[in-house]
């Protein structure tokens, strides 16, 4: 199964607000609200952001918002800041009990 | 407070195996699932398994299939992942995470570097 597809970088000027996509198959995020979102910092274990399209965990910033449409998830940051900056991953559930990541966005904070 | 401490950096021969252990505490060790995510140096994740510590049933990405396994201790509320038969292509930063039903991983371990190399 091929990785969902992400786009390999983003940028924004702070304040901003930018947009991650992630796009699957009917199999995965078409057919499930079981997507999920991580923010990486380099040499740091990845961070859960949002889980099931749209749901964000306790104490994540309301600046990070999901959504989905078809067969592609999106992650949406307003009022972008520097400390925004890092990789983000989206992750599917396939069915089967079988995951699949997006292949990761580097968000660059002009 | 949720803890995942997982065993330290391994080297091995490619060819040879290698056992990853996992270590959960701060929560109910059989109410969770724990899967299995590694990182090539400057790669993406890649979902490797899971493993229902409850009932022992698990489930591998294809890309490792049959030369995967995970087994669990529930007296010491502790994970293995095994990978067999490694190549360089083995070779990555392996995390453990915890996750629910809602097929989302809230806690990561601080990762394990495995590295193959002759």
């Known amino acids: 199964q091929s990785a969902l597809t992400q786009p390999a970088s983003v940028s924004g000027s702070p304040g901003q607000s930018i947009t991650i996509s992630c796009t699957g198959t009917?199999?995965?995020?078409?057919?499930?609200?079981?997507v999920s979102w991580y923010q990486q910092n380099p040499g740091k274990a990845p961070k859960l952001m949002i889980y099931?399209?749209?749901e964000r965990p306790s104490g994540v910033s309301d600046r990070f918002s999901g959504s989905k449409s078809g067969y592609t998830a999106s992650l949406t940051i307003s009022g972008l800041q520097a400390e925004d900056e890092a990789d983000y991953y989206c992750c599917s559930y396939a069915g089967n009990s079988i995951g699949i990541f997006g292949g990761g966005t580097r968000l660059t904070v002009l | 407070q949720v803890q995942l401490v997982q065993s330290g950096a391994e080297v091995k021969k490619p060819g040879a195996s290698v056992m990853v252990s996992c270590k959960a505490s701060?929560?109910?060790?059989?109410?969770?699932?724990i899967h299995w995510v590694r990182q090539a140096p400057g790669q993406g994740l890649e979902w490797v398994g899971v493993?229902?510590?409850?009932?022992?049933?698990?489930r591998y990405a294809r890309r490792l299939q049959g030369r995967v396994t995970m087994t669990r201790d529930t007296s010491t509320s502790t994970v293995y992942m095994e990978v067999t038969s490694l190549t360089s292509e083995d070779s990555a930063l392996y995390y453990c995470?915890?996750?629910?039903?809602?097929?989302?991983?809230?806690?990561w371990g601080q990762g394990t570097l495995v590295t193959a190399s002759s």
């Open positions: 009917r199999s995965d995020v078409g057919n499930y609200n079981l």
């Open positions: 099931e399209v749209t």
């Open positions: 493993i229902n510590p409850k009932d022992a049933t698990t």
């Open positions: 995470a915890k996750g629910d039903a809602t097929w989302s991983f809230d806690f």
């Open positions: 701060g929560y109910t060790f059989t109410n969770y699932y």
